[in-house]
């Protein structure tokens, strides 16, 4: 399943392609490849924006820069390169006020996108919801109540969680005021230790839900999943898919921020 931040940025690039061609096809122009190169100039705008911005995250590992499936953009960086890119290309052609009006109608729809994305109602951590650690003790997961943690849903089978995994407890290990819960789906407890003990990891807070009815439970539609929990028990964010260590720092800031 696709992020929906990701989906509205797809959605907004094909919207402003599409009418970049039936804007520019009415005054006769034939610079169809200025559409295409003001995109690709806006996408690297934004993902550089974003990584300058977060760069003590992606110190650590520089090549995490080019993990462009993590996501990680800064949309109005990328929107204003590429309007800037249309205005350098297309001065004084009968194009250019339908490639800006075509660029301002996509932007709008991702802002749109964006805002009913990030602006919902917080969901309340289901309550109830019983895991068990390593050693067979049931845990409560609304026992942690009162302050911030992160919930990461994962499996040993799982790529992407196989991936963030070394980074997530390198994170939770340098940050220890914002508790992450490992949260296993489905497996049991031989398989997760002969996968860390392969891997050479030794993270904290493993937690075993062979059922997956805690996963079920926080709306997981795919794994991995992380889910960030404020401090008043409710969920903040879900980062659906692989995490950087970017968007892992910015939800643990928001967690701290929030609990201020």
């Known amino acids: 399943m696709v992020p929906v931040d990701r989906l509205a940025a797809v959605l907004a690039v094909v919207v402003f392609l599409a009418l970049y061609g039936i804007g520019t096809r009415r005054t006769g ?18 993902r550089a924006a974003y990584v300058a911005a977060h760069f003590s995250s992606f110190r650590a590992d520089i090549s995490a820069i080019f993990a462009i499936w993590q996501g990680g953009f800064a949309p109005w960086a990328g929107i204003i390169a590429a309007a800037v890119t249309l205005m350098l290309l297309l001065r004084r052609t009968p194009s250019l006020v339908p490639a800006l009006t075509s660029l301002a109608i996509a932007a709008a729809l991702w802002a749109g996108t964006a805002h009913f994305n990030t602006n919902g109602t917080p969901t309340p951590l289901p309550t109830g919801l019983v895991a068990h650690d390593l050693a067979g003790k049931a845990v409560r997961l609304d ?12 499996a040993t089978w799982c790529g992407p969680c196989q991936r963030e995994m070394p980074m997530l407890v390198q994170a939770a290990k340098e940050r220890p005021d914002v508790p992450v819960l490992f949260l296993d789906q489905g ?8 996968f860390l003990a392969d891997k050479m990891l ?10 997956m009815d805690s996963g079920r439970a926080l709306g997981a539609a795919a794994l991995p999943t992380t889910i960030f929990v404020a401090s008043d028990g409710t969920i903040r964010t879900r980062h659906l898919g692989e995490i950087s260590r970017a968007a892992l720092d910015a939800g643990m800031d928001d967690l701290r921020e929030f609990t201020r």
């Open 29 to 46: 122009s034939t610079a169809a490849n200025v559409a295409s190169l003001a995109v690709i100039v806006g996408i690297v705008a934004a």
């Open 143 to 154: 026992s942690l109540r009162g302050k911030p943690f992160v919930i990461n849903l994962w």
């Open 187 to 194: 497996e049991d407890t031989r398989t997760i230790q002969a």
């Open 202 to 211: 030794k993270p904290a807070n493993v937690l075993l839900d062979p059922k």
